[in-house]
DNA sequence: AAGTGGTCTAGACCACCAT
DNA sequence: TGGTGGTCTAGACCACTTA
């Protein structure tokens, strides 16, 4: 664990060059994967962990910088640095690109309407590198803003992942999905990938949504990743864009 | 233009502390703004930019890391640190979000449709952040991807910042729209700010992309920014997505 | 007061590029 | 060969948080 590293050429091999900040990157976040700091736990400071990796503060910085940029961890001046933990905020700002058309964020409030569990069909299988007929699990969520239906999102996930997670589980927690993936099976969603369309609504998603058949809806198709680009989750999403849009920039950070 | 800066205090005010490299990079993108280093130019030197500005190498570094971050300005090692020119690359993979449904990407074909004058209406002129009844250009452009058109684009733009644009000259651009606003206009987009819907087709819009009345299309509503967030072009665009989707991540900066 | 991250400095050495 | 950006170091000082 406290193996030494030399500057340059340590990573070099078939994948080139590594500059040793990428190095000490690369073996943060194999402790992160390894679950060596929880959800919302503290890292040793700078100082120790450049201690740790026999570098200068100033390398082990520019290693968590970039895992700073990506949002995997925290920093909090005086406090320390942290692993982000998922909530409304990080859903709000990250991942739930919908908002009212005169600018308005809301959180959704979600229903469950169906949890089952299946096969994962070629294109699943694909997206979610598992292989086909593989057991998922297949949920069914109508997401409402300001009390009316707005969203209906189905979500396939790889059952090997998620060992115990039942409905009763999934509807119960007090917190987002994503929170409940990293504190409950220790699936840390870190971004994901989305392809945008428009379709027509069938009979079944103008009932749930409560417009009429062949209304325009946004569909958006979610593959959601955890280190490494790794996938966990698929989710397409269809959205009544009558009074609300998606937004591609809401993540954006702000610089002076 | 070498005024002294002061660490720390230097900036604040009513924005409050701004560190130093904060405020090297507020002189860098002045004299980016003036057109101190036109489109393509090297900036001088790291060394001498730190002599400059007399901060040390490590300070005028950081600085310019949040302008390279932005893609304003792009090093090459070896070579020198250039502003960033508008180009069939930077468009495809900061700019244009419409791929095909394998994955495929391809650069678009473009007709321009029409060039009218016109005055800016309530909803145009909050956007543009100009006044209402404005003199604006429209220009309807029709994209293809394959030979077969897939986007009906409608831009909106300040007639104030462009000047001599006609259609000949519009039309005319041997590159990308954006590098016709750079080059000739010293206009520099940097980002946009994007809002999507689902729209059906009306009987103009169909005709054109050549589907049925009524038939689903994605709604791209585009607010292009140039510096410090400040608007310069709107673009509505219909895209026909049977064969292509919008991708939200596609200039996603890859780290180890 | 002690510990944390944030900023800034000065300098060394390296890889890369143009000539 | 000389100049450029890229990496790495070592240390000082600051702002912020917690106790």
């Keep these: 664990m406290n193996q ?3 500057p340059g050429f340590a990573a070099a091999g078939a994948a080139g060059f590594q500059p040793l900040y990428r190095e ?7 402790s992160l994967i390894e679950g060596e ?8 400071s700078e100082t120790r962990l450049a201690q740790r990796y026999k570098v200068s503060i100033g390398t082990l910085r520019k290693a968590i910088d970039e895992l700073v940029a990506e949002r995997i961890v925290t920093r909090h001046q005086g406090r320390g640095t942290f692993v982000a933990t998922h909530n409304a905020n990080r ?3 990250h991942f739930f690109h ?3 058309r005169d600018g308005n964020m809301e959180y959704p409030t979600t229903r469950t309407l169906a949890f089952r569990r299946g096969k994962a069909g070629a294109g699943e299988a694909g997206r979610l590198s598992i292989a086909v007929g593989e057991p998922v699990l297949r949920i069914r969520n109508l997401l409402s803003l300001s009390g009316r239906p707005v969203i209906l999102d189905d979500i396939v996930l790889p059952q090997a ?3 115990d997670l039942t409905e009763k589980i999934f509807t119960a927690r007090d917190n987002t999905i994503y929170h409940l993936y990293q504190t409950r099976y220790g699936i840390n969603v870190l971004r994901s990938s989305e392809r945008l369309s428009a379709v027509l609504a069938d009979a079944d998603a103008a009932k749930l949504l409560q417009v009429k058949k062949g209304a325009p809806l946004l569909a958006i198709n979610r593959t959601a990743l955890t280190y490494r680009d790794t996938p966990v989750e698929l989710r397409l999403s269809l959205v009544n864009t009558a009074a609300h849009e998606y937004a591609s920039d809401l993540g954006r950070e702000d610089r002076g």
């Design 24 to 30: 000490v990157k690369r073996l943060l976040t194999q």
């Design 91 to 93: 859903l709000m700002f």
């Design 37 to 44: 700091w929880p959800a919302g736990a503290a890292l040793p």
């Design 4 to 6: 030494p590293i030399e």
């Design 161 to 163: 992942l998620f060992g």
């Design 98 to 100: 919908i908002v009212g």
